[in-house]
């Protein structure tokens, strides 16, 4: 199982981007997939996941980031809107076998496959 992101540039605040993870060797739908980033000397953290068919959100993204899925071209995307400076980081999709409860959708060691990151970097 490969996931491969993309997407990734530098936007100036109140612009978007959408990224893309494409995961090979798996389907995207039918288990949880993931957006994590991680800024310069901060810890990875959740961002958005798709699970059991439901989609959830850190809070400081809620109604500016958006997380679908093809299911087609086996694809999970992060449309990031109204960028904001502290939005940047690179961002990692990732992939679990399992069909994640809300409250367990930012455990890290549940995942069991990882992308190699996208960087964001959004200037004020």
């Known amino acids: 199982v490969q996931l491969q992101a993309s997407g990734g540039g530098s936007m100036q605040a109140g612009g978007s981007l959408r990224l893309s993870c494409v995961a090979s060797g798996r389907t995207v739908s039918g288990s949880t997939m993931g957006w994590f980033r991680q800024a310069p000397g901060k810890e990875r953290e959740f961002v958005a996941a798709?699970?059991?068919?439901?989609?959830y959100y850190v809070d400081s993204v809620k109604g500016r980031f958006s997380i679908t899925g093809d299911n087609l071209e086996n694809t999970v995307y992060l449309q990031t809107n109204s960028l904001k400076p502290e939005d940047a980081a690179v961002y990692y999709c990732?992939?679990?076998?399992?069909?994640?409860?809300?409250?367990?959708?930012?455990?890290?060691?549940?995942?069991?496959?990882w992308g190699q990151g996208t960087l964001v970097t959004v200037s004020s």
């Open positions: 990732a992939a679990s076998n399992r069909v994640l409860g809300s409250n367990m959708l930012s455990e890290q060691r549940l995942y069991e496959y």
């Open positions: 798709r699970s059991g068919g439901d989609v």
